[in-house]
């Protein structure tokens, strides 16, 4: 093992920060590939210990593609998973048995009878002596090898929730309201994800000869810099892997974004001061000392790491001074450029007005959430908006929404007459098949069309609280996701061509867009990545056009001239260095938004609260020292890499 770099020296994990899920996946899947020829050479078994959760799907489906490309056998391999729901039917459609089924096993040649599982069926009366026999059979089969680990936003592993101690061993444990949160998307709202589950204990894994624990995307960067960097505390149960002597971490950029060493460089070596890191640094001083920016003194930058910027750059007073107008050039009322105006310092430029906007939405809802008061502004400001709903959004919709709205259609029908009649037996149709679906089987494509057509009229009409007309909106149902479930999504060709035709037609001056720093499986994610390969298409297209064919790698006059701005996702939200574009709203326009957000009622259960991280926002604005506002929308700028 290489030693750690200045840097990384209050690291207590090895930490490897990967370009992506897919590289990350293809390392450890090297590993486990070595692993089992080596032990197949010594005619041993290779016991894994596997994970769920959406973090290992990338390093499956590289262990599926070896298998079939390279001939990787499974044979000699015993794995040992470690958690399932309590109590669910390994048929569930969201038990973590059927998950691996259907993300690994069928596709690989691993005898059925080498598969460990904790059963979630399994009475309550015997799960005790039950989770002994599953100690038994590790060991038995000689310990675990080479443990795959996940890691919750709780910092849990497996299921071992915060509280969970460093010698607990495979239990019944009861899940903490954040997983159960977190689950909520899943199980279609949080009533319906079981309370409990069973999972190899916090001193079962560390009894693992070797642990790698895998993490992608924004929402986990918290929680990796707390075990990776916070002392060993049973209130983030991953701290305890600093104890183990062979354990690495794998994560992106995203979900490395909160180590002292890519946050706050400074802290931790010699840094060359920029623009970007300046900014960074002075924002975190003032809040750190609770001062506002244009109140911090030279003594200030010294006592906290930050000498070499005073020495540098000083004195404090017009270092602060020129962040604070940064910062404060970042706010507009114009999000689309205010024409006839000096817009020097502005965001967006003036010209040319009005511009022709488009806002990418993954599914609906996620443009309300994050810009629906810069939606209202754009459209006041006499803008042409189009909002394009990428997906259909109707995995998020659950049953008793589609069956309420069913039954309203049969009421109103039988009411007026038996015209309706052809209506009536289609509402009757939905409702019997919601009603005989398994809790939670696979939706009919009838039951999926009608979730969808909810979405839709529930976009619409956020859309029309914004005054954007219905001729302006318009809804892609990507065919990945029409085709896929959660977290079993493939892009595919017909999915970036359709995106490309939306922005040939309209050929933006400005586009929002959002998931570009999201968990890279999730439906955010996959949008983004449809939108960065439909714009490169775009792109080349263009140039290529312009230069005969040949591609010379330019951009062409159209982008040069195209903004992209992203909006916020639930798993980023911009913190006050990283935004380029604060759009700040009043009371009333706020109010407002609420009002339009609160239209997507089939997504009551996970939109409630969202909100609040406007005024979040504002409130930060306001810690700096800048202007006291309601709340604020935030945006950051994006170029193709
Ligand atoms: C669940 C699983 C964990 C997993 C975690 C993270 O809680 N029990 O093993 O690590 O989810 O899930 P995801 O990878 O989807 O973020």
């Known amino acids: 093992m290489n030693s750690p770099s200045e840097f990384e020296q209050n690291e207590k994990i090895k930490t490897e920060i990967v370009g992506s899920a897919e590289e990350g996946a293809r390392i450890v899947a090297r590993e486990i590939a070595g692993l089992i020829t080596n032990k197949n050479s010594q005619g041993e078994s290779a016991v894994l210990g596997l994970a769920t959760g959406s973090t290992p799907v990338p390093l499956y489906r590289e262990l599926i593609r070896l298998h079939r490309k390279d001939g990787l056998c499974f044979d000699n391999v015993i794995t040992f998973n470690l958690d399932e729901y309590y109590p669910i039917s390994s048929n569930h459609q969201e038990s973590y048995r059927r998950f691996m089924q259907e993300q690994l096993f069928d ?154 060493r890519i946050r706050y460089p400074w802290l931790v070596g010699p840094v060359e001061w920029h623009n970007d890191l300046n900014k960074r640094a002075i924002c975190w001083l003032s809040s750190k000392l609770d001062k506002p920016i244009l109140k911090l003194v030279d003594e200030e930058y010294s006592e906290n790491g930050m000498a070499t910027l005073i020495t540098d750059q000083g004195p404090a007073y017009p270092l602060n001074i020129r962040i604070f107008n940064k910062l404060q050039h970042t ?57 394009v709903y990428m997906t259909s959004g109707s995995l998020g919709v659950p049953d008793s929404a589609a069956g309420k709205f069913a039954k309203t259609l049969v009421e109103a029908a039988q009411g007026l007459g038996s015209d309706w009649e052809a209506q009536v037996a289609y509402a009757k149709s939905i409702i019997e098949k919601i009603e005989n679906k398994d809790q939670f089987g696979s939706d009919s494509t009838e039951i999926r069309q009608l979730k969808g057509l909810i979405r839709r009229a529930e976009a619409r009409e956020a859309c029309n609280e914004c005054g954007i007309d219905h001729d302006h909106i318009h809804f892609l149902d990507l065919p990945f996701y029409e085709l896929g479930r959660y977290r079993q999504f493939n892009l595919g060709e017909k999915d970036i061509t359709e995106v490309e035709d939306i922005l040939e037609r309209f050929r933006p001056h400005q586009i929002y867009i959002t998931g570009n720093r999201a968990n890279p499986i999730s439906v955010q994610a996959l949008c983004f990545a449809t939108f ?71 997504q009551c259960f996970q939109t409630e609260m969202k909100t609040k991280r406007d005024r979040e926002t504002a409130l930060l604005y306001d810690q700096l020292g800048l202007a006291e506002y309601e709340a604020i929308e935030s945006f950051q700028r994006w170029s193709p890499s």
């Not at 069926?121 to 038994?136: A, K, M, T």
């Not at 488009?358 to 939606?375: I, K, Y």
């Not at 701005?565 to 709203?585: F, K, Q, T």
Request: proline letters at 6%; glycine letters at 8%.
């Open 107 to 260: 596709h690989i040649d691993i005898p059925p009878e080498h598969i460990y599982f904790p059963d979630g069926s399994i009475h309550r009366e015997v799960v005790f002596d039950y989770c002994r026999q599953f100690e038994d059979a590790i060991e038995q089969a000689g310990g675990i090898d080479l443990q795959i680990l996940g890691i919750g936003r709780t910092g849990h592993i497996g299921f071992n929730e915060p509280g969970s101690t460093r010698i607990s061993r495979t239990r019944l444990i009861t899940l903490d309201r954040v997983t159960r949160q977190d689950a909520a998307r899943d199980f279609l709202g949080e009533s319906h994800v079981p309370r409990h589950a069973i999972t190899m204990g916090v001193g079962t894994i560390m009894e693992a000869n070797r642990i790698l624990l895998m993490a992608w995307g924004e929402s986990k960067a918290e929680i990796i810099a707390k075990a990776v960097e916070s002392p060993v505390s049973e209130s983030v149960p991953a701290s305890f892997l600093q104890e183990h002597t062979n354990v690495s971490f794998l994560v992106d950029d995203a979900a490395a974004s909160r180590l002292t």
């Open 532 to 602: 960065e390969k439909a714009f490169e298409l775009v792109r080349r297209k263009a140039s290529c056009h312009q230069t005969g064919n040949v591609w010379l790698g330019s951009k062409s006059p159209w982008h040069q001239a195209c903004n992209v701005w992203l909006y916020n996702s639930d798993e980023h939200r911009c913190l006050p260095y990283e935004i380029d574009m604060a759009v700040p709203l009043s009371p009333l326009q706020f109010a407002q938004k609420e009002h339009a957000v609160s239209q997507h009622q089939s």
């Open 331 to 387: 706010i507009t009322g114009w999000p689309g450029g205010k024409p006839r105006a000096d817009d020097s310092h502005r965001p967006e430029r003036s010209e040319p007005h009005p511009k022709h906007v488009v806002v990418l939405s993954p599914e609906p809802g996620n443009d309300m959430l994050a810009m629906g008061g810069t939606l209202e502004r754009l459209e006041n400001q006499g803008h042409i908006v189009e909002v």
